[in-house]
């Protein structure tokens, strides 16, 4: 099936540096999103993202972070700068647009560690 | 406040057996309803999904009920097998506007053999 590639899988960082997560989504897909994840726990809703915009954000995007998709490349996280709370792993989705039983396809994820 | 409640939080079953899995919700206009799967390692996958024109969906040993008025939802995993062991996600979005998936806390499943 559609795959979302994220890169790095895991990446480990000291409090107050920048990090930015990478997400490669599904080819031709329109809409992208960032979920937050703890300890296998709930998945958080961060942001969502369509036509170069940011459409919706929750409480826990905080003005630290900021998210983007260059020339159609990778769409990114960047988180500046980093606290000991945004430890958790993230997951990037996309879809294809937004009918009623659009699908939301997930990367792996990406294990972020602020020490 | 949670959009989206699961319980039981986590369920042990035999092999054979079948898992049940709740699913709640407080927003009415909430009309699809996705159950993902998610293997540790590894992110959630679309296993079944239901919109609520709907009281029944059925996909092989997976079926969701889905029950409008009390606002709730269960997915039943019939002949449950050893790999199915995961957790299981319930999420909900609405059709109005741009609308984000919300996701319950999940319900970890194991299937002994």
């Known amino acids: 099936g559609p795959k979302v590639l994220q890169i790095p899988s895991h990446q480990i960082i000291d409090m107050g540096q920048m990090v930015t997560l990478n997400c490669d989504p599904v080819s031709n897909h329109l809409y992208f999103y960032w979920y937050k994840q703890i300890l296998g726990q709930q998945m958080e809703f961060l942001v969502n993202f369509y036509n170069g915009k940011v459409m919706e954000k929750s409480k826990l995007f905080k003005d630290q972070f900021s998210v983007e998709r260059p020339d159609g490349s990778y769409f990114t996280l960047k988180i500046q700068p980093t606290a000991l709370e945004d430890s958790a792993v993230y997951f990037c989705?996309?879809?294809?647009?937004?009918?009623?039983?659009?699908?939301?396809?997930f990367g792996s994820g990406t294990r972020l560690t602020v020490l | 406040q949670q959009q989206v409640r699961q319980s039981p939080q986590s369920l042990t079953v035999w092999e054979g057996e079948t898992a049940i899995l709740n699913c709640s919700y407080e927003d009415s206009t909430f009309n699809y309803f996705p159950w993902y799967q998610q293997f540790p390692g590894e992110g959630p996958a679309l296993l079944i999904s239901i919109s609520s024109v709907s009281d029944k969906k059925e996909d092989g040993r997976f079926t969701i009920f889905f029950n409008k008025r009390e606002k709730k939802l269960s997915l039943h995993i019939t002949d449950s097998q050893p790999g199915d062991s995961a957790t299981y996600f319930c999420a909900a979005r609405g059709a109005t506007g741009y609308q984000n998936f919300y996701f319950g806390k999940g319900t970890s499943l194991t299937v002994i053999p």
């Open positions: 989705a996309s879809s294809g647009g937004q009918s009623l039983a659009e699908t939301l396809y």
